[in-house]
């Protein structure tokens, strides 16, 4: 081949080349093809943004643990996570990081990486406690002959959140009771929240916005009138066009609601249900999961709207219809058959106080407390994740104001009692209690 035809080849498949790869960066539809491989249950709904982890063009460790970091390191500090990254780099502890650098998070959680990952995004084997706790049984003669893979998985032991697992802990609430129900917490209201967070608004202005789309707004303006916002006089115009010099939004966002609701969106959007609202993604839909959703769903967009619609703002048909509306697992459909759907039942009908009764929203937005300077104030968590998983989780923040200790730490070590959404009592029993209690007999009997 002579000099000139190399070069036009170099030239046709150059164009070529490019024009494949222009087009594919370009599409964002594309972008799976560079994905090295499909992306964890925690991420998939974010994975085309690869900037929100890789944050520079093929970022280096230290970036990528930034990353993390970032997204992450709040919700581990707010649980005391049990091996931070400052145990690592301890010189003491150099020794622990010949098999697994426990510095960094990708050691544990890699990603696009489906076959080697297991729930919550771990790409270890489910005995890698074994890596630096092999010679356990010797310093705790009862752990002698325990399998390492059931450190993490019997409802002994967390990587990082031991909340409600600790020794104290399990001491301090070892005699109780299975069934307790004090009720969950009362909300804090929003009179006492505005004085505390200083949040204002103007009142509403009947004839501001309202005169322009008289016409069809009679079925809003019913609504509202009767709802919490027409009590508490935040206006069409509060929502529909905050800031007068612009025009009226026929659809306000969900950055309108944080306005006003500011740890209620900040929940929403650190979750499943609001994770892609946070990188500027289009609203998840059902159509989108991985987990089974209910077919006529599948166009429905998640936003505050998705459980409280925009002008009546019902706090109970978000509490159990809304999430009936979408989802579709065993889990969820067998909630209606359970002794807890029996008390929400009882709460509608006017037996018991909503405190008493269990919704879904109960186990997954629970009321949470929160410190606003120096004031203690009870909202809804919105994150439905911060309490999933591990689900131990939720026995601070649910079951004990209802259920002991014992009987949470059985019932959510039990499989079968997830998937009949707790019908029936726990088949087995977790020795944790009566191991932290074994371990103190004898300074109990010595006077
Ligand atoms: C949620 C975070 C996250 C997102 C989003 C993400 N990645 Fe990654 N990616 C990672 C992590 C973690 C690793 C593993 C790094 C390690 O082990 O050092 C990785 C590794 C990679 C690798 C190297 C794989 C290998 O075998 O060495 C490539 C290539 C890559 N990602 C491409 C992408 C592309 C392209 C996108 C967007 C379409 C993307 N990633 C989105 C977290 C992410
Ligand atoms: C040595 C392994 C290891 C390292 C390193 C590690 N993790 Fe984990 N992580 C786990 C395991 C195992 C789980 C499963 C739940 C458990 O046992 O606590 C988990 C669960 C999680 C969860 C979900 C559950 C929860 O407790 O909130 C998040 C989020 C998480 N890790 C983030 C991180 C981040 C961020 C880093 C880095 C700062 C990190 N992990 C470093 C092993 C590790
Ligand atoms: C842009 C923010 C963001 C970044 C960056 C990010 N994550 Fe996440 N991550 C999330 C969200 C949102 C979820 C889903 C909600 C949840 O499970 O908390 C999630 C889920 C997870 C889970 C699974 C929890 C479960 O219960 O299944 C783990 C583990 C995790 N992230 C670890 C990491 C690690 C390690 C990195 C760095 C490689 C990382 N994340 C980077 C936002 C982020
Ligand atoms: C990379 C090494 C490493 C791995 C892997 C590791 N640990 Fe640890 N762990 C440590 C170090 C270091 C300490 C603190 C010193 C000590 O107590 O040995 C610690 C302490 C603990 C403690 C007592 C302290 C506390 O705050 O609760 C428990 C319990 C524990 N680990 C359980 C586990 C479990 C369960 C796993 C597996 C899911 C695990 N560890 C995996 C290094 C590791
Ligand atoms: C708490 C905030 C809020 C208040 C207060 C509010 N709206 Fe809305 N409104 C919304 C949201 C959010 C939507 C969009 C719902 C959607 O996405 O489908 C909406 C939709 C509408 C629509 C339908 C727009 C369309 O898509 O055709 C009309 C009309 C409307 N509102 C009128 C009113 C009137 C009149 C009032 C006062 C009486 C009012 N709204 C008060 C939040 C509010
Ligand atoms: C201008 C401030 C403001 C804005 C904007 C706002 N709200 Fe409200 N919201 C309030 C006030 C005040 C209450 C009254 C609560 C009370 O009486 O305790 C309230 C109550 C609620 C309630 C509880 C209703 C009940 O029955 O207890 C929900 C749910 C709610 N808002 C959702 C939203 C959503 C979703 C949006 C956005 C579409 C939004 N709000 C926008 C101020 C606001
Ligand atoms: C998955 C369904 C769901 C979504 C999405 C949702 N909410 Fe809620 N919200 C609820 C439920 C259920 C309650 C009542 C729980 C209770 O009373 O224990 C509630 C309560 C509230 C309350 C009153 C109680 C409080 O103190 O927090 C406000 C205000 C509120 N939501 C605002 C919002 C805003 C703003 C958004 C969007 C950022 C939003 N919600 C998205 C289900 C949802
Ligand atoms: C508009 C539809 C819709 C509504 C309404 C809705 N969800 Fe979801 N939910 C989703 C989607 C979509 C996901 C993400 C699923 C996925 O990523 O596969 C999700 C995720 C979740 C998760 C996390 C699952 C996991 O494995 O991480 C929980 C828990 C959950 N929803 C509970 C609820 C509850 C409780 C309600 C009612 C208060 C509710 N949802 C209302 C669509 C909805
Ligand atoms: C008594 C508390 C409780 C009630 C009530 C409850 N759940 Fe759950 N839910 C859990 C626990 C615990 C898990 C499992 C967490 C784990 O270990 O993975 C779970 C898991 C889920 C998941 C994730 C399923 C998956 O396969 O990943 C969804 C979605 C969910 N619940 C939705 C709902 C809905 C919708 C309702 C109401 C119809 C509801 N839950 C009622 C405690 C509860
Ligand atoms: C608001 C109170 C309340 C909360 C919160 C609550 N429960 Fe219950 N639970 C009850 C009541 C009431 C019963 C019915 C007792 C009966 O009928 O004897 C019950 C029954 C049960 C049963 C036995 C069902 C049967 O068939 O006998 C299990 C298992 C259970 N709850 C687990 C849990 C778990 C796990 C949590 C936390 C994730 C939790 N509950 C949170 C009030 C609550």
């Known amino acids: 081949m002579s000099t000139k035809s190399l070069w036009f080849l170099w030239l046709i498949s150059t164009l070529v080349l490019s024009g494949v790869l222009g087009y594919e960066l370009f599409a964002e539809s594309q972008k ?75 050691s544990c959680h890699s990603e696009h ?11 270890q084997p489910q005995d890698f406690c074994a890596y630096c706790h092999e010679d356990i049984a010797d310093e705790r003669p009862s752990h002698e002959g ?7 998985s019997s409802g002994c032991h967390n990587y990082h959140d031991n909340q409600a697992l600790y020794e104290d802990f399990l001491l301090e609430h070892a005699s109780e009771p ?21 949040v204002s608004w103007s009142p509403y202005q ?50 309108v609601c944080a306005t006003c ?45 998705s459980c409280h619609s925009p002008h009546e703002q019902n706090t109970t048909t978000a509490a159990v219809e809304a999430c009936l509306g ?41 009321r949470t407390e929160y410190k606003q300077f120096s004031n203690t104030i009870v909202r809804v968590d919105h994150n439905q994740n911060n309490t999933l998983r591990p689900n131990e989780k939720m026995i601070r923040t649910t079951c004990m104001h209802c259920h002991g200790l014992g009987f949470s730490l059985d019932a959510l070590a039990s499989e079968d009692l997830i998937q009949s959404n707790f019908t029936g009592l726990p088949a087995t029993h977790i020795q944790s209690i009566d191991m932290a209690l074994d371990r103190i007999e004898p300074s109990n009997t010595t006077p």
């Open 206 to 255: 009947p004839a501001s916005g309202e005169t322009l789309k008289q016409q069809g707004w009679q079925e809003a303006h019913e609504q509202w009138t009767s709802s919490a916002h027409g009590a508490a006089d935040v206006g069409c115009v509060n929502c529909h066009q905050p800031d007068t010099d612009e025009a009226w939004a026929d659809q306000p966002g969900t950055e």
């Open 261 to 305: 609701h500011e740890s209620e969106a900040k929940g929403f959007l650190a979750g499943r249900h609001g994770m892609r609202l946070a990188q500027d993604l289009p609203p998840m839909t059902p159509a989108q999961a991985r987990l089974p959703m209910k077919e006529n769903a599948s166009h429905k967009e998640l936003t505050c709207n």
């Open 146 to 152: 325990m399998g390492f893979q059931t450190c993490a």
């Open 178 to 198: 299975a069934l307790i129900v004090a009720g969950k917490l009362p909300l804090t209201s929003m009179e006492e929240l505005i004085q505390v967070s200083g």
């Open 32 to 106: 799976p093809h560079f994905l090295p491989g499909q992306t964890s249950l925690g991420h998939f709904q974010i994975e085309l943004e690869c900037s929100a982890c890789h944050t520079e063009s093929f970022a280096d460790q230290q970036a990528i643990q930034q990353s993390c970091v970032d997204c992450h390191g709040a919700e581990l500090d707010a649980v005391r996570d049990s091996h931070p990254r400052s145990k690592f780099t301890d010189p003491r502890n150099a020794d622990r990081l010949a098999r697994i650098d426990a510095r960094y998070c990708v």
């Open 326 to 366: 979408c989802h579709n697992d065993d889990h969820t459909l067998a909630f209606e058959q359970s002794p807890h759907h029996d008390t929400w039942v009882s709460f509608l009908e006017g037996g018991v106080s909503r405190e008493e009764a269990v919704s879904c929203a109960t186990c997954h937005l629970p």
């Open 113 to 123: 990486t489906p076959e080697t990952t297991r729930l919550m995004g771990v790409t």
